[in-house]
Every structure is written in structure tokens, then in C-alpha cells.
């Protein structure tokens, strides 16, 4: 069973900068499987950015691309979530979560079985 904890979000002014973390513990952990989503106040859950099979190409969604960039420290099992150039529309809670090794997509919630119990990100204008 893997387990998910994010840090590092918090109240930032539009245009600012936030990094998030995500750190995973339990049984033996693949970083390139881990994704972010995030949902935004009377919205549905969305994806934002994940990794393909090998972990050599990133995914965004249209919405945070030239802006985000999903990074990975295998050694610590972490995954993290630079996020720049922040607008308000960004406000949202954030998820990291694990994507089962049978995934159909890269952006589909439910391939993802396994998420953190988010953090929240706020960008004042």
C-alpha cells in the first residue's frame, strides 16, 4: 500500500510562485506513476500533470501548460509540482496520487487508485 502526503501549498498573489511536494511511503514506489490534480471550489476534480510509462516525458493540462512543471526525486520518493505565473483561477486543492500499473490513460481519475488528502493552494488577485 502506498501512501501520499502533499506539502507546500498556501496563499500566494497572482503571477507568484509555489512549489509542491508530494512524498510517498510504502511498498516499492514507481515516481514516474505519480500525478497532480486539483479541484477548484464547486468544480469537479481535474488533472493537471502526470509522467508517461517511462519517465521521460511529462504531461500537462492545457490550462497550467508553459506554466507548471512536474519534476521527480526518485531517491526520496518524491514528486514535486513547480507552479508559476499563478493566476486566481488556479485556487484549488491539490492532489497527488498514484496511477495503477494497468492505467488505460494518463489523465483519468480512475486510474488513479491511491491519492493525499491535498493541499490547498490560493491565489489572490
Known amino acids: 500500500q502506498v501512501q501520499l502526503v502533499e506539502s507546500g501549498g498556501g496563499l500566494v498573489q497572482d503571477g507568484g510562485s509555489l512549489r509542491l511536494s508530494c512524498a510517498a511511503s510504502?511498498?516499492?514506489?514507481?515516481?514516474?506513476?505519480m500525478g497532480w490534480f486539483r479541484q477548484a471550489p464547486g468544480k469537479e476534480r481535474e488533472f493537471v500533470a502526470t509522467?508517461?510509462?517511462?519517465?521521460?516525458?511529462?504531461y500537462y493540462a492545457d490550462s497550467v501548460k508553459g506554466r507548471f512543471t512536474i519534476s521527480r526525486d526518485n531517491a526520496k520518493n518524491t514528486v514535486f509540482l513547480q507552479m508559476s505565473s499563478l493566476k486566481p483561477e488556479d485556487t484549488a486543492v491539490y492532489y497527488c496520487?498514484?496511477?495503477?500499473?494497468?492505467?488505460?490513460?494518463?489523465?483519468?481519475?480512475?486510474?488513479?487508485?491511491?491519492w493525499g488528502p491535498g493541499t490547498q493552494v490560493t491565489v489572490s488577485s
Open positions: 496520487a498514484y496511477r495503477t500499473q494497468y492505467y488505460k490513460t494518463y489523465d483519468g481519475e480512475a486510474d488513479y487508485p491511491t
Open positions: 509522467f508517461n510509462r517511462n519517465g521521460d516525458r511529462a
Open positions: 510504502g511498498r516499492t514506489f514507481n515516481t514516474y506513476r
